[in-house]
């Protein structure tokens, strides 16, 4: 682990930014007491705490709640920025209906097992083929991609059923360059997460922080999975929670304990006064 020098100074963050699911979300969906009185304690002290996230907005209001928060969130993996408050859109960076749908036609290409699904501020839908792992409702269009790719969406989502979320990262990229879109995934099961080209949580956070005169040096950040990795670089300093996945523990500064310990917490207690 290394850890980048500070100046001789105390130095307190500015902006706290961090990730929900796997970093202050626990195993069994709740955010600690803990958690969120040293969420509290930042902003009393003046931080501009984010929630930086890959869910989309509708699955941000209950759990919004469960962190005291009621700002601004970066939704989609940056797509999207939620004020919670209002609970309405307030930027969007979508991805083209014409890219989403080379990219589609690409992958399959490749993969022809893939099953497509897309996320919009307005909801999602999915083909037959894609196997969502949380419940739909009679509102949820099912449908081949061309069909679904009528409007510019948040997020293109790519599910194998026989491939680890890794090796289907790797196989993605073969065929799809960062310069046609930004491909991730945050999750352990094989689920690709497609942005417009540039999108990713840093790009919308550098937006956001420079409405308030801030930047990546006034912030800390804290994830767990790839598509936290733009956003840790981004910040002046990176935490990992000590679940996290391989390639995040090997790029970070400092490794607090997992989301289940209230590894987010015991940082932010070092920088704010509870």
Excluded at 156 to 184: C, I, Q
Excluded at 195 to 207: P, R
Excluded at 254 to 273: H, I, K, W, Y
Aim: aromatic share 4%; with cysteine.
């Amino acid at each position: 682990m290394c850890f980048r020098l500070l100046p001789d100074q105390p130095w307190s963050p500015r902006v706290v930014a961090t990730d929900l699911d796997g970093t202050i979300v626990r195993s069994d969906g709740t955010i600690s007491d803990r958690t969120r009185v040293a969420l509290r304690a930042a902003e009393d002290a003046g931080a501009l705490v984010v929630i930086v996230t890959g869910r989309p907005p509708r699955w941000l209001s209950g759990i919004a709640d469960e962190a005291g928060h009621r700002g601004l969130a970066i939704c989609a993996n940056g797509a999207l920025v939620w004020d919670l408050h209002d609970q309405r859109v307030v930027a969007s960076y979508p991805l083209a209906v014409e890219v989403a749908s080379e990219i589609a036609a690409a992958l399959r290409a490749e993969l022809p097992d893939l099953g497509f699904a897309v996320e919009s501020g307005a909801g999602f839908a999915h083909e037959a083929a894609y196997r969502p792992r949380w419940a739909t409702d009679e509102r949820t269009v099912v449908a081949q991609i061309d069909e679904l790719l009528t409007q510019p969406v948040a997020k293109l989502l790519a599910r194998h059923e026989g491939l680890s979320a890794d090796e289907l990262l790797a196989r993605a990229r073969r065929v799809v360059d960062d310069s046609v879109a930004t491909l991730t995934h945050s999750s352990r099961e094989g689920l690709l997460e497609i942005s417009a080209a540039g999108v990713t949580k840093a790009s919308t956070l550098t937006a956001l922080c420079a409405e308030h005169g801030l930047t990546g040096d006034d912030a800390v950040a804290f994830g767990d999975m790839p598509n936290d990795l733009p956003m840790l670089a981004w910040a002046r300093h990176a935490v990992a929670v000590a679940n996290a996945h391989p390639e995040v523990l090997a790029a970070v500064d400092e490794v607090t304990g997992s989301n289940d310990a209230d590894g987010v917490a015991t940082v932010l207690e070092r920088f704010f006064d509870q």
